[in-house]
């Protein structure tokens, strides 16, 4: 069977103490690519009616504080943050502003020190090691290093996010190419990464970010290392992915895509959240730019 990318409705509050469904989402098909770009031109209104709704946050950060026992201060401090089903948000600040412990503790890969962090109203230290893999299928994470096999192809690549949970290979045979055409790479399934560019080779972390049909996708620095067209082009493909319903937080330092793009836009310095702002700007206190210029 194929699938189709999660709507944000889909993405309902749990009761305070009901377990978490970490079970894989029921699949339907997906959509050939005509039909994703046709959706998604006369999706963005509906996303934004989406994030507009009184509904229950997908990720929630209640007063949330990290200290790493060989740091002089704390990687977060205090911080509070709901993210609601069918955004897309950017995290900004400069190296060591807290970005990246943020992403980290989503994926359930650090603790709070102090406060929680919920995801579908769920503590996400409270889920069992065991359980974690079927948490994580929720989040999708693509890269700033692609992070992919070099001895497989495209195909292959997307294809092994399936077969470690065990799909049988008629599904895979039929799932991946439909994939692979939405992020239109359906041309080059059988290349390996290096004979791929990067923007290609960043596509094919997306594709295989997207197989699972998570609620949430994060992409870490993914433009970094991509000249300005190809950035464009992955920003553009998130933006496709998220107008169909998919939460994207999307942690980067470049200005640019921020700037034009008219989306939340979440500040870090020193640990804290120093802004927040919808149709936000890439903005870094004065000394912390001046850093980053140098």
Excluded: C, W
Excluded at 13 to 39: G, Y
Excluded at 61 to 84: I, M, R, T
Excluded at 187 to 201: T, V
Excluded at 250 to 272: E, I, M, P, Y
């Amino acid at each position: 069977m194929k699938y189709t990318i999660r709507k944000a409705t889909e993405s309902t509050s749990t009761e305070k103490n009901a377990p978490m469904d970490i079970a894989a989402p029921k699949r339907n098909k997906v959509p050939r690519r005509e039909k994703f770009v046709t959706e998604t031109e006369t999706s963005f209104a509906e996303t934004e009616r989406f994030v507009d709704l009184a509904v229950a946050p997908i990720i929630f950060f209640e007063d949330v504080s990290k200290q790493y026992p060989s740091a002089a201060s704390p990687a977060l401090d205090e911080v509070s943050l709901e993210v609601l089903p069918g955004e897309f948000i950017f995290l900004v600040g400069a190296s060591g502003a807290g970005k990246s412990t943020m992403l980290k503790m989503i994926l359930a890969e650090e603790v709070p020190s102090q406060g929680r962090v919920l995801f579908d109203g769920r503590d996400i230290s409270t889920i069992n090691r065991k359980h974690l893999p079927y948490y994580r299928r929720n989040i999708g994470t693509v890269f700033q290093d692609f992070k992919l096999l070099p001895q497989k192809t495209a195909f292959e690549n997307i294809a092994y996010a399936l077969e470690v949970y065990g799909k049988p290979t008629e599904e895979i045979l039929e799932e991946v190419p439909q994939i692979l055409e939405i992020v239109d790479l359906d041309d080059k399934a059988g290349r390996y990464p290096r004979e791929l560019s990067g923007g290609e080779q960043q596509r094919v972390a997306i594709a295989r970010a997207l197989i699972l049909q998570p609620k949430v996708i994060i992409a870490d620095e993914s433009t970094g290392n991509l000249d300005p067209r190809s950035a464009d082009e992955i920003l553009d493909l998130l933006l496709e992915i998220n107008a169909l319903g998919t939460t994207v937080i999307f942690a980067t330092h470049n200005q640019s895509l921020v700037d034009k793009t008219n989306k939340r836009v979440v500040t870090l310095d020193h640990g804290r959240i120093i802004r927040d702002e919808q149709g936000g700007k890439y903005h870094l206190p004065e000394k912390r730019r001046r850093e980053a210029i140098v």
